[in-house]
């Protein structure tokens, strides 16, 4: 049966009959897109012959399920949010409501659950338990966490887009890796120096980009970080090439206590308490927070002293910096210099935990979903960029988790393996509702005599 | 009232490329004088202004302000003669605050006379303070000229730039703005070099005047006797008073 669509039809149409003819077109949309890509599928036999698969079940499910979404959309929640925003227009007084206790209180609140996350899960799980939350989500979410905000700097506050930043964090990985398993030096005094060596090889590679801006300053970072990546891959006498350095020694109690079970010190001897590898991770999460506190703290405090104030300027108007009085060129380099180092903290902390290095944790990759978490927590603001990262590696680290999807879509599937679709919808979505990032409102730094509230309808852009 | 040569251009050629935009001009300003620069779209007016703060840099010709010659001087270190500038523009920062903005302009002395030099811009532009919490972008135009002056003031300057600082404003506002410069000029004694299309009020307010015809000085003279001059009068005055 035919269906002629006339706009005079719309008019009369009920959402819900309109909802039922979409739903209807979308599910011929879904049929024709996916008839191939889902319902046939080349496979190879035991005898290594290719043969094709035919998986109409899985298409029918993947049809139905466009068009339930498409009239569930259309019938349902359209309409909602029409309503909502009529409402909303209707009383734009109302809109200034004061923010809920957990708004206003959003730092203070995060901090005390992070302080408190590894004691929870061991509550919960025991110590045994404890291991994976703590390891897998707790210090891998930070490190991208202090990443993110390391980056931040460079591009949320001076506005230099940097594509190679994980080129830092390889040299802070390196350096340590490096140092530690030649020379023995500890990870308390190679923490800074790895630092310093980020650091400089963030001014290295600031000079030569002085004087290019935007795209141009993009292409250029992303070859610096391929550049650092190919010298680990083929420098083999030095960093061991795509091998890895293996044996990279562990973080000591503040050199009182080990974390080695062979060694005298060992912390659970000293103790006196029984062993158990979880000591470890929880003390490595406490110092990856640690280091994203002071991440934290040093970019807020850096954003009321006349460098951070220069790097906001230099992103909104070089010209007129120059015209002010600012020195363009060592404002950048700072930039690039401050931002590097948290990359090589970030970098030496990740060597010793993994205790191990190899090129491929550096890839392009991992610049990009750097840049993605700052990006998505919008540019500029700590608070959002930690709710990205939690979202986009929380997010991804769930996946693993979902063992029981197997059950819908048979054995062979490895949720794993969305995690980069999974990643471009968040991005899209995000984007579509919120292009500024999660949160686009910048503070602003200073005041004329007290801190005054400012109201958002000041701060806000107009819409046009 | 004038004293001493503040900012002396001898001979000043400045090339776009393998494109001459400047041929050798010769501007002086001395202490104390407000002097305008007028000209039509293209002449080379705005590219003066921003060879003085060595961007592009001349390639010929010398560029002194009291007594130091700035010609080859990085631009961060000329603003640091004190000379301030309202660019092109205006170039206000637009995600900082007013505020913010103001604290910018007073980055030379890290500041140490903010206070002080904040109340001096609110008095000049009591708009400005109306609007401290507001970011520099949600401004009007013409709170976006006071803004770009205000932060330009904050540099405690010898010598303030303006390069058009009447473009694109609504006639009442250009003289609000005209209004504010004469004031700076009379209670403080500031010297200004002022860039303008209009050139009507850009004469009556100056001392001295320029008259700029594709990257040449034609003519100089007295605001007064530029704005009786036939030929600036067909040139740039007739076909209505701005």
């Known amino acids: 049966m035919a269906v002629t669509v006339s706009p005079e039809r719309d008019v009369v149409a009920t959402p819900v009959q309109r909802a039922f003819r979409e739903a209807l077109y979308a599910a011929a949309i879904a049929l024709g897109l996916f008839v191939l890509f889902i319902g046939l599928k080349t496979d190879q036999n035991i005898s290594n012959e290719l043969i094709l698969v035919q998986r109409w079940g899985l298409l029918a499910i993947v049809v139905i399920a466009t068009a339930v979404g498409r009239f569930l959309y259309v019938g349902y929640a359209q309409p909602a949010m029409e309503r909502a925003k009529a409402q909303k227009a209707a009383a734009p007084a109302a809109a200034a409501t004061a923010p809920g206790f957990i708004r206003r209180n959003f730092n203070q609140i995060g901090v005390a659950v992070l302080l408190l996350y590894p004691v929870a899960i061991v509550l919960l799980f025991g110590f045994q338990g404890s291991l994976k939350w703590v390891d897998n989500f707790g210090i891998q979410i930070l490190i991208y966490v202090m990443l993110a905000w390391g980056l931040n700097i460079v591009i949320g506050l001076a506005g230099l887009l940097d594509l190679g930043y994980v080129a830092f964090y390889a040299v802070g990985a390196y350096a340590y890796a490096l140092l530690g398993t030649h020379f023995g030096l500890s990870f308390w005094i190679l923490l800074p120096a790895a630092g310093l060596m980020a650091a400089f090889w963030g001014v290295m590679l600031g000079f030569p980009v002085l004087r290019l801006r935007g795209d141009y300053l993009a292409i250029v970072t992303l070859a610096f970080g391929e550049i650092i990546r190919l010298v680990i891959i083929n420098w083999r006498e030095v960093t061991n090439g795509s091998a890895g350095i293996s044996g990279i020694p562990k973080v000591s109690f503040f050199g009182l206590m080990s974390f080695n079970v062979s060694d005298p010190n060992y912390i659970a001897k000293v103790l006196g308490i029984a062993q158990s590898g979880a000591y470890y991770k929880i003390f490595l999460y406490y110092l990856i927070l640690g280091l994203c506190f002071l991440t934290a703290f040093v970019t807020i405090r850096l954003r009321r002293l006349p460098v951070g104030r220069a790097w906001e300027a230099l992103r909104e108007d070089e010209i007129a910096c120059r015209s002010l009085g600012i020195n363009t060129t060592t404002t950048k380099l700072t930039a690039f210099a401050t931002g590097a180092m948290f990359g090589g903290f970030a970098g030496s902390f990740f060597a010793a935990r993994q205790g191990f290095v190899s090129p491929e944790s550096f890839v392009f990759l991992e610049s990009a979903i750097i840049l993605a978490i700052v990006v998505l927590g919008g540019m500029g603001s700590l608070g959002g960029i930690a709710v990205a990262a939690l979202v986009m590696i929380g997010g991804t680290e769930i996946l693993r988790e979902l063992d029981f999807l197997k059950a819908v879509f048979g054995p062979d599937f490895t949720p794993e393996l969305y995690r980069m679709l999974l990643f471009g919808m968040a991005m899209v979505i995000v984007m579509l509702w919120k292009p500024r990032g999660f949160v686009g409102s910048r503070e602003p730094t200073a005041f004329l005599k007290e801190r005054r509230a400012v109201s958002g309808s000041f701060t806000k852009e107009g819409h046009g | ?242």
């Open chain 2, 1 to 242: 009232m004038a004293g001493t040569t503040l900012l002396d251009i001898k001979g000043v050629e400045t090339y776009y490329g393998n494109i001459r935009a400047l041929n050798g001009v010769d501007v002086s300003v001395k202490e104390g004088e407000i002097v305008a620069l007028i000209g039509a779209n293209g002449a080379g007016k705005s590219t003066l202004m921003m060879t003085i703060f060595g961007a592009p840099r001349a390639r010929a010709g010398t560029i002194t302000f009291s007594g130091t010659d700035i010609t080859q001087m990085p631009t961060h270190e000329i603003a640091r003669m004190r000379i301030a500038q309202s660019p092109e523009g205006r170039r206000i920062f637009p995600r900082m605050t007013v505020m913010e903005n103001l604290q910018m302009g007073a980055s030379l002395d890290n500041l140490k006379y903010y206070d002080e030099d904040v109340e001096k811009v609110f008095t000049l532009f009591p708009r400005l303070k109306e609007r401290i919490a507001q970011r520099g972008g949600t401004l009007s135009g013409g709170e976006q000229q006071m803004l770009s002056i205000g932060r330009a003031l904050m540099a405690r300057p010898k010598l303030l730039l303006l390069d058009e600082p009447s473009l694109g404003l609504a006639p009442l506002i250009v003289k609000q703005i005209f209004d504010a410069i004469r004031e700076l000029n009379r209670t403080q004694g500031l010297t200004v070099f002022l860039v303008e299309q209009n050139a009507f009020g850009a004469l009556k307010l100056a001392t001295r005047g320029y008259v700029m015809v594709n990257g040449n000085v034609t003519m100089s003279g007295t605001g007064k006797e530029l704005l009786a001059n036939p030929e600036v009068r067909a040139a740039y005055l007739e076909g209505g008073h701005h």
